[in-house]
């Protein structure tokens, strides 16, 4: 690393907030917010339900494998392992396993409304041409991708796409066609290249879902207990009324004071205001909330513990319901990029295409049902 990278790195550490260093803060940390009275506004992914419905999407699409298969006269056959299908069935890169490459760009689709992966390629020169190789797949943090029109013609052509990544670490710009990214993006879309994220559409949602946390632990940190008016006679200045207020939170509020007997003056009366949580249907309002984000996601209430109107059968046709409407889009979606940018044209004229193995839905759906139905013909023999 030359002077330049580490003076980049250390600006970059500094804005961050990354600096422990003889109590010197950034603007960014968390400790200068603190000092001047601001507070860093809570991550969507803070909030339970909207972290449970990343964490059900991403797994969901990490757990199917992608298999390679060909197009044959005795049908669809599952081909010879080539250089292509071990990137998908056991490495992408280095550092990562299928299971969490593909689980990182789904939570980053789903996130931030769109997931890239990098492509790398080399040309192999030969005596008479050569030919393309696929090396590596390497996953695009969704924030750090910028999508370029060039609709002036500058690089190559008027009307193309081009992917500009920033790195988070260097600062460093590399600038990618549409042939060498995989791009994944939601369902929602206006001009169909670029997704819409679900957090930013339901923005006021989400928000209220996290205020309604937010209330939670500072109920739990004041000791479960409401405010109060102090009721006194004669007059006092601000100051008297501010020592005043100070003394009564120190001997009435916190986890700590729970139980304890609170001093009270001659002459004052100190009411707690009554404030129920069932009154006004606070839980009712949080499980409606958390009900809208999950639709929006289309996962189903049980899959966020919601057994309120649940059963049996009525489970095992939610899970049948989050195949149908929701994963099947997603598995399309995949499937026709990596076969559109990853086969070559004469894969594509041997009739080699990489599938995502839907097999663990039908098991799940019609295992049990096979299961009910062997017990039934026990029994009726």
């Known amino acids: 690393?030359?002077?330049?990278?580490?003076?980049?790195?250390?600006?970059?550490?500094?804005?961050?907030?990354?600096?422990?260093?003889?109590?010197?803060?950034?603007?960014?940390?968390?400790?200068?917010?603190?000092?001047?009275?601001?507070?860093?506004?809570?991550?969507?992914?803070?909030?339970?339900?909207?972290?449970?419905?990343?964490?059900?999407?991403?797994?969901?699409?990490?757990?199917?494998?992608?298999?390679?298969?060909?197009?044959?006269?005795?049908?669809?056959?599952?081909?010879?392992?080539?250089?292509?299908?071990?990137?998908?069935?056991?490495?992408?890169?280095?550092?990562?396993?299928?299971?969490?490459?593909?689980?990182?760009?789904?939570?980053?689709?789903?996130?931030?409304?769109?997931?890239?992966?990098?492509?790398?390629?080399?040309?192999?020169?030969?005596?008479?041409?050569?030919?393309?190789?696929?090396?590596?797949?390497?996953?695009?943090q969704s924030n750090c991708v910028q999508i370029v029109v060039d609709d002036a013609g500058l690089f190559a052509g008027v009307g193309r796409l081009w992917y500009v990544y920033t790195d988070p670490i260097q600062g460093k710009q590399y600038v990618f066609g549409t042939d060498e990214v995989m791009h994944f993006k939601t369902s929602f879309s206006f001009d169909g290249i670029t997704g819409l994220p679900v957090q930013k559409i339901l923005r006021e949602t989400v928000a209220g879902a996290s205020k309604s946390q937010e209330f939670m632990n500072n109920l739990y940190e004041n000791g479960l207990t409401a405010k109060a008016t102090l009721e006194y006679t004669g007059e006092l200045d601000e100051k008297a009324k501010e020592n005043l207020r100070k003394s009564f939170e120190e001997f009435g509020s916190g986890v700590k004071n729970m139980g304890r007997v609170l001093p009270v003056p001659l002459g004052m009366k100190l009411t707690p205001l009554d404030i129920k949580l069932t009154d006004s249907q606070f839980f009712e309002l949080k499980k409606y909330t958390a009900l809208q984000i999950a639709a929006a996601f289309g996962v189903k209430?049980?899959?966020?513990?919601?057994?309120?109107?649940?059963?049996?059968?009525?489970?095992?046709?939610?899970?049948?319901?989050?195949?149908?409407?929701?994963?099947?889009?997603?598995?399309?979606?995949?499937?026709?990029?990596?076969?559109?940018?990853?086969?070559?044209?004469?894969?594509?004229?041997?009739?080699?295409?990489?599938?995502?193995?839907?097999?663990?839905?039908?098991?799940?759906?019609?295992?049990?049902?096979?299961?009910?139905?062997?017990?039934l013909l026990v029994v009726r023999l």
């Open 1 to 140: 690393m030359n002077p330049f990278q580490r003076l980049g790195k250390r600006i970059s550490d500094w804005w961050h907030g990354n600096i422990q260093n003889g109590g010197i803060m950034s603007l960014n940390s968390s400790d200068f917010l603190d000092l001047m009275g601001l507070r860093r506004k809570g991550k969507p992914t803070s909030e339970v339900t909207y972290f449970t419905c990343l964490k059900m999407l991403s797994e969901t699409l990490a757990k199917m494998p992608i298999k390679y298969y060909q197009k044959t006269d005795k049908g669809i056959v599952e081909a010879e392992p080539t250089d292509i299908s071990r990137l998908f069935s056991e490495r992408p890169n280095p550092f990562m396993t299928p299971t969490t490459f593909w689980n990182t760009v789904e939570i980053n689709r789903n996130h931030y409304g769109n997931g890239y992966v990098y492509i790398r390629r080399v040309f192999n020169r030969k005596k008479y041409g050569g030919d393309i190789k696929i090396l590596d797949l390497w996953v695009m």
């Open 301 to 375: 209430p049980n899959q966020i513990n919601d057994y309120s109107k649940s059963s049996y059968n009525n489970s095992e046709m939610q899970q049948l319901s989050f195949y149908e409407d929701t994963e099947l889009f997603i598995i399309k979606q995949y499937e026709e990029e990596i076969n559109y940018k990853i086969t070559s044209y004469q894969q594509k004229k041997m009739g080699v295409i990489l599938n995502l193995t839907k097999r663990c839905f039908s098991e799940q759906i019609v295992k049990p049902r096979w299961n009910i139905l062997k017990q």
